[in-house]
């Protein structure tokens, strides 16, 4: 009985294999309810920034150069949101039964999508610059075209840099096999690449991003000194001052976003460092999947065009023939 007892406990990835990893034990009810929390948020985290992707690329007033960042940023969101039930797989069963080489592809895409998060916020930072800082070079400097071959470059350099941690660490080779079993998905990166990505992924990017956004709510807050001086004065306002003041509150609204991204991935980065606990690991790594799911949430708390379209696309408005033309700013 003791051997059978036993055996049933002890369940292996690959029994063939003698250094097969152990199955993890969840109960019933841990399963469904992982499953379901993975679900809605996957299904959540698709459906809004779906809905964000359809307004930008549809209604032609939306199509401005901070618009097409922000549209590059729902792209990557909506993806994250899609690689969410394998995650979840990975992370609950803790035996990885696709193969080496879809481990491998599964890590360098999730390495490059969370990569790409932060690489579209540091444009967003610099675009906001330009817009409060320089309003005057704003239309000159930052078009269309430009910003779409930033973006382009942006995530060409970011599969580069992903490529050069696959070669140099063979993520194809060893991704299934760590230092005490083999069985499951895991980047295996050397101590001196885990240095270099955190620097280049989140240290220097978060650094430059702080930086710039300290800079904008400084003019922000002289221009609403100004601005304040001359209602003060009794001086009707110029249409430049109206503008500011606009493009003073999208950089406050993404602002927000930003503060929201580093809520969320800071605790993941200094645990990761620090603390050998894989459930607390696990837990911040939902936290940092879960952003993806709210930046929507503060477009629709934000910006008041994105309500209008989201009822547009929902009601089927938009089949009509000349609904991409529709002002949705009046």
Partial sequence: MAYETEDQETQYCFPDINSSCVKGQHSRYGYITTFLFVSLLSAWTVFLNLLVI????????????????????????????????????????????????????????????LAASIGNLVLIAVDR???????LLYPQKITITKTLMSICLSWTWLSAYII???????????SLRTDECHGRCLPVISFSW??????????????????????????????????????????????????????????????????VYLLC???????????????????????????????????????PWFKKTAKLILTLK???LTSSLINIFT
Wanted: hydrophobic residues 50%.
């Fill in 194 to 259: 885990i240095l270099t990505d955190l620097f280049m992924s989140f240290i220097f990017p978060c650094t430059l991003i702080i930086t710039l956004y300290l800079r904008i709510f400084y003019v922000v807050h002289q221009q609403v000194k100004d601005i304040n001086s001359l209602m003060k004065g009794g001086k009707c306002l110029m249409e430049g001052s109206v503008k500011r003041k606009s493009e003073s509150k999208a950089a406050l609204t993404l602002g927000i976003i930003v503060s």
């Fill in 318 to 320: 938009i089949f009509q």
């Fill in 164 to 174: 050069a941690i696959v070669i140099n660490n063979g993520y194809f080779e060893t």
């Fill in 54 to 113: 359809i307004s930008i690329s549809h209604f032609k007033k939306l199509h401005t150069p901070t618009n097409m960042i922000i549209l590059s940023l729902a792209v990557n969101d909506l993806f994250i949101g899609l690689a969410m039930p394998i995650e979840a797989i990975r992370l609950t069963e803790t035996c990885w039964y696709f193969g080496a080489t879809f481990c491998g592809l599964y890590l360098f895409f999730v390495s490059l999508l």
């Fill in 265 to 303: 991935y800071i605790p993941y980065f200094i645990c990761s460092l620090t603390v050998n606990s894989s459930t607390a690991i696990n837990i911040l790594i939902w936290a940092v999947y879960a952003n993806s799911g709210m930046n929507p949430l503060v477009y629709a708390l934000f910006y």
């Fill in 129 to 135: 610059y330009v817009a409060v800082c320089h309003p």
